[in-house]
């Protein structure tokens, strides 16, 4: 029986771990930007290196679902608090 491969976690920041989490409790970036008291711009660009950082581990999240999925396995957010 093999051991299994062990999950590369991207390295997230405290702020981007914020803005994850509250963009996907939220039901638009732009409700996650006013939470936040940022811009949707600002709220795109974090989500956009978040996805970049997930690729360069190998582990891809080109969908809301799917980065969900991720920060879920990765212990960022619970299925509670969504």
Do not use: C
Not at 1 to 16: G, Q
């Amino acid at each position: 029986m093999e051991a299994a491969t062990p999950v590369t976690r991207p390295s997230l920041s405290d702020r981007e771990i914020e803005v994850l989490r509250t963009w996907l409790i939220s039901d638009t970036k732009d409700a996650a930007a006013r939470t936040l008291f940022i811009t949707e711009a600002t709220v795109n660009t974090h989500i956009t290196r978040i996805r970049g950082k997930y690729d360069l581990v190998g582990r891809p999240a080109v969908t809301k679902s799917l980065l969900l999925a991720r920060a879920i396995q990765d212990g960022h957010i619970t299925i509670d608090e969504l």
